[in-house]
């Protein structure tokens, strides 16, 4: 299975082709992701309790303000690596069949967390209106974030499974064979 298989196809399969998991499995972006997405969803957990703490109660608009920064920095970094592991694993920066939809999704993210980040620096909107759009973006987020969660859970099951067929027909095999 090459890069350019269509999608349909790919998911009947395992996520990655054997060339691609021994990629995934050699090369250090992946730990930086394993690094990273943990630490972007400790960032969000954090900063979206302040952000609500100030819309519902009018109060620590900085450390909101921050916390949605620093959560920003966290999801520019993801993305960079991430482009850069997918390059690796599957030769192309962004929307490899594998992972087309989530690069899509993520695209929204990256345009929702920017444009929070273009408010405050430029001043747009009132304070209320940019933890608004912080809450989008947080949103989009969480929806990303499922969306890989449950390709890398149908991953692993169509893995295990395949891995028990295996074993089975060669189970079947060996018993033929005596």
Same mark, same amino acid.
């Given at each position: 299975?090459? &890069? ?22 050699a090369?250090?972006?992946?730990? &930086? ?12 957990a954090?900063?979206?309790?302040? &952000?609500?703490?100030?819309l ?14 620093? #959560? ?12 850069? @592991?997918? #390059? ?12 087309? @939809? ?5 695209m ?7 444009l929070? &980040? ?5 001043? @747009? ?10 809450l ?14 449950l ?6 099951q169509t ?8 074993a089975a ?8 064979e005596?």
């Open positions: 299975m090459g &890069v350019d298989q269509p999608v349909t196809h790919r998911q009947r399969q395992t996520l990655y082709t054997p060339a691609e998991r021994a990629r995934r499995d090369t250090v972006w992946t730990l &930086v992701q394993g690094i990273l997405a943990p630490l972007q969803f400790l960032a969000f954090i900063s979206l309790c302040l &952000v609500i703490n100030f519902l109660n009018g109060v620590g608009f900085a450390a909101a303000t921050i916390s949605v920064v620093i #959560k920003t920095s966290l999801l520019y970094a993801i993305m960079v690596t991430g482009a850069i @592991w997918e #390059k690796v694993v599957f030769g192309r920066y962004l929307f490899a069949p594998a992972f087309f @939809w989530e690069d899509v999704v993520s929204l993210v990256m345009a929702l967390h920017t929070y &980040v273009l408010m405050w620096l430029v001043g @747009w909107g009132t304070p209320t209106e940019q933890m608004w759009v912080a989008a973006a947080y949103a989009s987020y969480v929806v990303n974030a499922l969306q890989f969660l390709k890398f859970q149908a991953a692993k893995t295990v499974t395949k891995l028990s067929n295996d027909a060669m189970n079947a095999q060996g018993v033929l005596s």
